[in-house]
C-alpha cells in the first residue's frame, strides 16, 4: 500500500501474511542477510528473517526483503520489498 492511506493499510494488512503479524504476541529477529548494495537502477537491499508468535496460532517465520529508495520524496528511506511466509519460500537461497 506505498503511498496509500492508513485505511488502506488496514485493509491490506487483513491478508494472511500479514494477519499474523498484526497484534502479534511476540516476534524476534533470527537473522539479518548480506547488505547488496544499490546499483543505478535500484537502491541497496537487505533480507530479514523474523520469527512470529501470534496472540492465536503457531509460530511462523517470515523472509522481509528491504529496499532503499533512491528518488525523493522517501529517497534513502528502506521501504518493504517483499515478505513471504517462509514456508512459501520454496526455491529460495537462504544462506545468511
Given at each position: 500500500?506505498q503511498?496509500?492511506s492508513?485505511d488502506e493499510?488496514i485493509?491490506?494488512?487483513?491478508?494472511?501474511?500479514?494477519?499474523?503479524m498484526?497484534?502479534?504476541?511476540?516476534?524476534?529477529i533470527?537473522?539479518?542477510?548480506?547488505y547488496?548494495k544499490?546499483?543505478?537502477?535500484?537502491?541497496?537491499?537487505q533480507?530479514?528473517?523474523?520469527?512470529v508468535?501470534?496472540?492465536?496460532?503457531e509460530e511462523?517465520?517470515?523472509?522481509?526483503t528491504?529496499?532503499?529508495?533512491r528518488r525523493p520524496p522517501r529517497?534513502?528511506l528502506w521501504l518493504?520489498?517483499?515478505c513471504i511466509?517462509?514456508?512459501?519460500?520454496?526455491g529460495?537461497?537462504l544462506?545468511?
Amino acid at each position: 500500500a506505498q503511498g496509500g492511506s492508513f485505511d488502506e493499510f488496514i485493509t491490506y494488512a487483513s491478508n494472511p501474511t500479514f494477519s499474523t503479524m498484526v497484534n502479534a504476541k511476540e516476534y524476534s529477529i533470527e537473522n539479518v542477510g548480506a547488505y547488496i548494495k544499490g546499483t543505478n537502477t535500484r537502491g541497496a537491499m537487505q533480507t530479514v528473517l523474523v520469527k512470529v508468535q501470534p496472540l492465536k496460532g503457531e509460530e511462523r517465520s517470515f523472509l522481509w526483503t528491504m529496499a532503499q529508495e533512491r528518488r525523493p520524496p522517501r529517497q534513502g528511506l528502506w521501504l518493504v520489498h517483499e515478505c513471504i511466509n517462509l514456508e512459501n519460500a520454496i526455491g529460495l537461497n537462504l544462506d545468511f
